[in-house]
């Protein structure tokens, strides 16, 4: 009986214990290009940054860079701790800032996506501005290892091949209904979203064919993005997790109609777009795209694929890069 509220106290004093932390002096400017009032943060780097940096930092991998919104996500008590430990951005960038070379400039709040994704990449991933003897070598992170290496300067995409970001997208994944039987008599199902090389995914439900999440996943979207794949899975404690149905979710009708309505804040109410269900998308009804309260929004059930049953149902909001 008392479980959910002794749950909501503590979230709720985690909440105050990193926005606490945001008021500092040093954390009202984001970490990497100084931008004002971040609300984003990197929870294993330990500094906060704006929406811009955050869609570089996301580029990275969590292995890097594990970005949570300040106010949006949930955070762990060890994410909470190790964000404090750190103290903010001016501790981290007196380790990540210590030796940055001459000719090398650190990006401003307007400065090219470019110019944001080469200092980002060489100051977290290469650690080119750390003091060589504190440079992070993990044995458990193959890659990170690889990339501080000089050796492995060949591999890095050139500024050609970088990703831009235009925006991010906010889906909640809300409900399954009726999902597939993967164990005994039920399932323990979880919801992956995969764009480009990001990958989300919700908590697992135990033993539920119609579990509610109500969760909300970000991912940055690329210039040249894809669909965003849904995968919904059945956790295994001793055996590789079940596959229970997929989906593809087609962005471009959502994120075409927000473009063209330009800045929603200073607009009303209204239907701006649909992605129209068809033989060839697995939509259950048509999905209408709207401006509601200043914000862009589309909600989604879907029909999942190549399993016997199932059905998700989401909310996808899209948030531009100058929000």
């Known amino acids: 009986m008392n479980s959910q509220p002794s749950s909501l106290g503590k979230q709720s004093s985690g909440n105050r214990r990193i926005k606490e932390l945001l ?3 040093d954390n009202r400017k984001c970490a990497d290009c100084g ?3 971040p609300k ?6 330990g500094v ?3 929406l811009k940096c955050c869609g570089v930092h996301r580029s990275l ?6 970005v949570l919104s300040v106010t949006l996500d949930a955070w762990s008590d060890a994410e909470i701790d190790a964000m404090i430990e750190v103290g903010g951005n001016a501790s981290a960038n007196s380790i990540y800032e210590a030796y940055i070379p001459k000719g090398i400039s650190k990006p401003g709040p307007d400065a090219s996506q470019e110019h944001r994704s080469n200092y980002i990449r060489s100051k977290y991933k290469l650690q080119d501005f750390m003091k060589p003897s504190l440079r992070i070598l993990s044995s458990s992170t193959s890659s990170l290892k690889a990339s501080l290496s000089r050796k492995s300067m060949d591999s890095v995409p050139s500024t050609k091949g970088m990703v831009e970001f235009i925006g991010v997208l906010k889906i909640t994944v809300i409900k399954g209904t009726n999902l597939a039987v993967r164990d005994m008599l039920s399932s323990d199902p979880y919801v992956v979203l995969t764009l480009g090389h990001q990958k989300a995914q919700t908590t697992v439900r135990n033993s539920n064919l119609n579990p509610v999440w109500n969760e909300e996943l970000m991912l940055s979207v690329p210039q040249n993005y894809k669909p965003v794949k849904l995968q ?3 956790h295994d404690t001793f055996s590789a997790d079940d ?3 997929e989906v593809e979710i087609d962005i471009q009708p959502l994120i075409t109609s927000a473009m063209a309505f330009g800045d929603a804040g200073i607009l009303g109410n209204m239907q701006i777009g649909k992605w129209l269900k068809s033989h060839d998308n697995a ?3 048509d999905s209408i795209v709207n401006i509601s309260n200043g914000k862009v929004t589309q909600n989604v059930t879907l029909k999942l694929q190549n399993v016997e049953s199932g059905e998700i149902d989401l909310r996808i909001e899209w948030i531009p890069l100058d929000q």
């Open 40 to 45: 984003w943060a990197s929870a294993n780097i």
């Open 35 to 37: 931008a004002p009032d």
């Open 232 to 234: 919904v899975f059945d």
């Open 243 to 245: 596959i229970m149905g």
């Open 23 to 25: 008021q500092q002096r």
């Open 61 to 66: 991998g969590v292995h890097i860079s594990k």
């Open 283 to 285: 939509l259950l009804e």
């Open 48 to 50: 906060f940054i704006c």
